[in-house]
């Protein structure tokens, strides 16, 4: 928490500044230093804010295709960021989920749908101006993952 950026003197803000630095000068080559960025991601708001997160994670995920270091912050994190940035998760979830028409080949053959990940899904379904596109990307996981994703076939209408 915050006790770690206090004990070691640590500008919350620096770091916040060099993501948002990273991001504006990135180069595409350049994409797996964003992998990294899945440590930065806590389990309370207080060393940064969900909908600050949603924002530079969703533009992350975009540039390295996918990739992160750490996926568990991420992950738990998945229910807190639907809530508080739709649209920044729904972006998140596809390039996590995603590479283009395929599985994203950063997902290991044995990741499964767990109940965070499905209700994540459900709070942004129930998001009217995104609502088609949580629709297009269950079906799409459904179709090109088979069973692993099928449970999500529920929370379609």
Request: hydrophobic fraction near 40%; charge should be negative; glycine fraction near 6%.
């Amino acid at each position: 928490g915050l006790e770690w950026f206090d004990e070691n003197e640590v500008d919350k803000e620096k770091i916040k500044g060099f993501w948002d630095w990273l991001l504006d000068n990135q180069h595409e080559k350049e994409g797996e230093i964003f992998a990294g960025f899945g440590h930065w991601i806590n389990h309370s708001q207080e060393v940064l804010d969900y909908a600050w997160i949603a924002e530079r994670m969703s533009k992350s995920l975009e540039i390295s295709k996918g990739a992160l270091d750490w996926k568990h912050g991420l992950e738990s994190q998945f229910v807190n960021l639907a809530y508080t940035s739709p649209e920044n998760t729904l972006s998140i979830l596809q390039s996590f989920l995603l590479e283009g028409d395929k599985l994203n080949p950063n997902r290991d053959a044995w990741f499964r749908i767990d109940e965070t990940l499905k209700e994540a899904l459900r709070v942004l379904y129930d998001v009217q101006s995104i609502k088609p596109d949580v629709a297009r990307l269950i079906n799409k996981l459904i179709e090109v993952g088979g069973n692993r994703f099928w449970t999500l076939k529920d929370l379609l209408d």
